[in-house]
C-alpha cells in the first residue's frame, strides 16, 4: 500500500515515501470506496451526501485532491467539502487492509439491488 507522508494525498509519494517528482513513475490504484471513505472523514458530510457523489469514482477522488476540485464536488453536494484528512484516510485503508475486509459501494455490481431500493440505504458496506 502506498503511504503519503506530511498529509499528502496517498497517490503523492510513491511506496518508499518518495514524492513523485523523485520517482520515475506512480501506479495509484484508486477503489470505488476510496472517495466515500475519503469524504466521510471531512465534517458536515453524511452518508447520504455520498449518493450525490459522481459516479466516476476516479475523477471524484482527483477533485478531492484539490481545493478547485472539492469546489465543484460542493456545487454538487450543497455542501462544504472541507480539506480531507489523509493520513486518517491512510489508517482507514491500512484497517480495511489488515482485516481482510472487503468494501462494496453502490457503484459496484455487487452492491445489492434491494439495497439500492431503500431510503437512506448505506453508500457502501463491509
Same mark, same amino acid.
Given at each position: ?5 506530511? !498529509?499528502?494525498s496517498p497517490?503523492?509519494? !510513491?511506496?518508499? !515515501? ?5 520517482? %520515475? ?20 458530510? &453524511? ?7 459522481? %459516479? ?6 482527483d477533485k478531492?485532491? &484539490?481545493? &478547485?476540485? %472539492? ?28 482485516? !481482510? ?11 445489492? %439491488? ?13
Amino acid at each position: 500500500m502506498t503511504v503519503a507522508n506530511h !498529509g499528502e494525498s496517498p497517490c503523492d509519494a !510513491g511506496a518508499d !515515501g518518495a514524492k513523485c517528482d523523485d520517482v %520515475r513513475e506512480v501506479v495509484c490504484v484508486v477503489c470505488s470506496y476510496y472517495p466515500i471513505i475519503a469524504v466521510l472523514l471531512t465534517s458536515d458530510i &453524511s452518508s447520504a451526501d455520498c449518493f450525490k457523489l459522481p %459516479r466516476d469514482y476516479r475523477d471524484t477522488f482527483d477533485k478531492l485532491r &484539490s481545493p &478547485s476540485g %472539492r469546489k465543484v464536488l460542493e456545487t454538487r453536494l450543497k455542501k462544504k467539502v472541507h480539506e480531507i484528512p489523509w493520513r486518517d484516510f491512510e489508517l482507514q485503508l491500512e484497517a480495511i487492509e489488515r482485516h !481482510g475486509v472487503g468494501v462494496v459501494t453502490y457503484q459496484d455490481d455487487q452492491f445489492p %439491488r434491494y439495497l439500492r431500493e431503500i431510503p437512506k440505504s448505506p453508500p457502501e458496506f463491509l
